[in-house]
């Protein structure tokens, strides 16, 4: 399984940005997905899931509200809508790749140890 985020950059405060994440290599749709953020020297801190259909999603505490995930099987396609963007949001995104059985608890969706595959991160940058 191949995963490759976009959508990263430079972003004012307030800004809403959409990240998007293209997996190959396996059907999206054996997978549940989802989205992680790291900035420099600190550990990896869970953002989003969704779960293989789509009917099921998790969030993070610090962006619950602001950030929507979806994704669309078809098309092999993730995406994760940023609104409201702070400074504090600038960081690292990755998206992530789990067998869809295995997210079933939103305690299994927020562990970095439950997803198998790791895009290479697409940088984000909050600033004025």
């Known amino acids: 399984v191949q995963l490759q985020a976009f959508g990263g950059g430079l972003v004012q405060p307030g800004g809403f940005p959409r990240l998007s994440c293209e997996v190959s290599?396996?059907?999206?749709?054996?997978?549940?997905m989802g989205w992680f953020r790291q900035a420099p020297g600190k550990g990896r801190e869970f953002v989003a899931a969704i779960s293989w259909s789509g009917s099921v999603t998790y969030y993070g505490d610090s962006v619950e509200g602001r950030f929507t995930i979806s994704r669309d099987n078809a098309k092999n396609t993730v995406w994760l809508q940023m609104d409201s963007l702070k400074p504090e949001d600038t960081d690292v995104y990755y998206c992530?790749?789990?067998?869809?059985?295995?997210?079933?608890?939103?305690?299994?969706?927020?562990?970095?140890?439950?997803?198998?595959?790791w895009g290479q991160g697409t940088q984000v940058t909050v600033s004025s």
């Open positions: 290599g396996r059907p999206l749709s054996d997978l549940s």
């Open positions: 992530a790749a789990a067998p869809w059985q295995r997210i079933d608890t939103s305690d299994r969706a927020t562990r970095r140890e439950t997803y198998d595959h």
